[in-house]
């Protein structure tokens, strides 16, 4: 079940990722970014942290989504990935976050009591077909946690893909993704950090 906090007596597994394979699909390769409602940090502790990042993981294991970068925050979440071997397009990415928002959204409510609250807002895709934008796009969201003000170093925030791709990765490939200036990027990611993680 995707939906159950670890604890220390029964720990669940987070369905890691492989090693990354950092070159753009023929099938699609895609940035995505979804918000919760009026930007409110519903998951704003390690347990809620730790059911969303294991939640977004598990569906896209489930649906067929490989993985590049990811990061979790308590308002929103972005990730790349490519879509699965057997679409041509991100045919399956709107059934895919709505189960992952409405078994996140119901858990949340149930855990506050506050029942049909609506909790996540949106979310949007970008196709990526430029090799040099999918791996700045990738560096963006390895960093993210740094540029939310989160952490000093991004391998330090448990709930993205740095940690997990700088030890999969050829060091040659975390040099030229790291190396990849972000600042220009068109990213919507208005979101302000909570630290109380």
């Known amino acids: 079940m995707i939906l159950t906090p670890s604890t220390s007596q029964g720990q669940k597994k987070v369905p890691w ?19 919760t409602y009026l930007k409110d940090h ?6 809620r942290l730790q059911v969303l990042h294991r939640g ?6 489930d ?3 490989q993985l590049e970068a990811w990061a979790v925050f308590s308002n929103h979440y972005h ?11 991100a045919e399956s990415l709107s059934a895919m976050l709505g189960l992952l928002h409405e ?26 077909t430029y090799q040099k934008s999918y791996l700045a796009r990738l560096n963006y969201v390895h960093q993210n946690p740094v540029k939310h003000g989160l952490v000093v170093l991004a391998n330090q925030y448990p709930w993205c893909s740095a940690r997990w791709f700088e030890r999969t ?9 790291y190396s990849l200036k ?6 919507y990611d208005e979101y302000e950090g909570f630290d109380e993680w």
């Open 17 to 35: 990722p492989h090693a990354p394979l950092h070159q753009l699909s023929g099938r699609g390769t895609y940035f995505v970014t979804a918000g």
């Open 42 to 47: 519903f998951f704003r502790t390690a347990d």
């Open 56 to 61: 977004l993981l598990t569906v896209t294991r």
């Open 63 to 65: 649906y067929g989504w």
């Open 79 to 89: 990730f790349v990935a490519h879509s699965p071997e057997d679409e041509d397009s």
């Open 103 to 128: 078994k996140t959204a119901k858990w949340i409510n149930r855990l506050d009591g506050c029942r049909g609250r609506q909790v996540w807002h949106n979310f949007w895709e970008t196709k990526l």
């Open 169 to 177: 990765a050829r060091p040659a490939q975390i040099k030229t993704i």
């Open 182 to 187: 972000t600042d220009r990027l068109k990213v």
